[in-house]
């Protein structure tokens, strides 16, 4: 089994992990879940994070093949079309985006929003391959996070988005418009199938006990570790632990900033007739959501 070059960057302010994966033999690579550096204090953008990942593309003599989102994040700007505008590589993500498009164009009131995927260069569905270089890489419709997340398993890697954390981090939360637990239990037992010497990569670390960052995990280490998993003895014990814990959780601090941002590929609001752009907010959208 192929077994591809990983390169993550760990962005403190959102405790995101962003992956340059590349292969050894043809330099082809592709960046995974790039951020956006966004200010919500003073609504200033920045690409130091996207450039740092430039920077290794650059200095490691890569060829940037692809850009990939895991599904519209809620707590950072996803940094996808600035890339493109910056390399040319395409932009992809899971053909179930379109589902997620649907749900926030309406909480938005977004008639004009094309809800049809356009954004983006190329949508994945389950069961897809594509390619890093010679690296076959296999989609993974992974719902239950989002409706639109996927797992990219690339040779012996899988990056695994929101579905798993860092085993002593347990699960992603499901609490988000299209979310389900149920299906959650359903993808992680899907990726659980996969080899148990396959790599995880996770999309978020928390750093639990105020321990190092932390992304990479096993299979074998996510079944018998995940302090979700190892608290459920089947579907609806699992069930019932997420959407308990999940109704103590506020919602994240930038979710309505960022999904208007990543519903559009990454892509900012035009600017107005001042120059200006502007983010639309609506009150009340998550009326009795937990407050942090």
Not at 198 to 216: A, N, S
């Amino acid at each position: 089994m192929h077994r591809p070059d990983v390169a993550a960057f760990f962005d403190p302010r959102t405790c995101s992990i962003q992956y340059v994966v590349s292969d050894p033999q043809t330099r082809a690579c592709a960046v995974i879940d790039p951020v956006l550096d966004f200010d919500e204090k003073s609504g200033s953008t920045a690409t130091h994070n996207a450039d740092a990942l430039l920077d290794h593309v650059r200095r490691h003599d890569l060829r940037l093949q692809w850009i990939l989102d895991t599904h519209p994040h809620a707590d950072h700007f996803s940094a996808a079309a600035y890339l493109k505008g910056v390399t040319g590589a395409p932009m992809a993500i899971g053909a179930h985006v379109i589902d997620v498009q649907k749900i926030w164009a309406q909480i938005y009131n977004w008639p004009d929003l094309p809800v049809d995927g356009s954004q983006w260069d190329r949508l994945f569905s389950d069961g897809e391959t594509f390619s890093i270089g010679e690296i076959e890489v296999d989609v993974m419709h992974s719902p239950g996070h989002t409706l639109a997340s996927i797992t990219y398993v690339a040779g012996d890697a899988a990056f695994v988005h929101d579905t798993l954390f860092m085993p002593d981090s347990g699960t992603a939360r499901t609490d988000f418009p299209g979310g389900s637990a149920s299906a959650l239990w359903s993808s992680i037992q899907a990726i659980l199938a996969l080899p148990g010497d396959t790599r995880i990569f996770v999309g978020h670390d928390y750093q639990p006990g105020g321990r190092q960052p932390q992304w990479e995990s096993t299979v074998e280490r996510q079944r018998t570790e995940n302090i979700h998993l190892k608290q459920s003895s089947d579907k609806d014990a699992f069930v019932a632990i997420r959407e308990k814990r999940d109704r103590t959780l506020p919602m994240p601090k930038l979710i309505l900033h960022a999904l208007q941002i990543n519903i559009n590929g990454g892509r900012l609001p035009e600017p107005e007739a001042n120059g200006m752009r502007y983010l639309k907010l609506p009150i009340g959208a998550f009326q009795g959501c937990a407050w942090s």
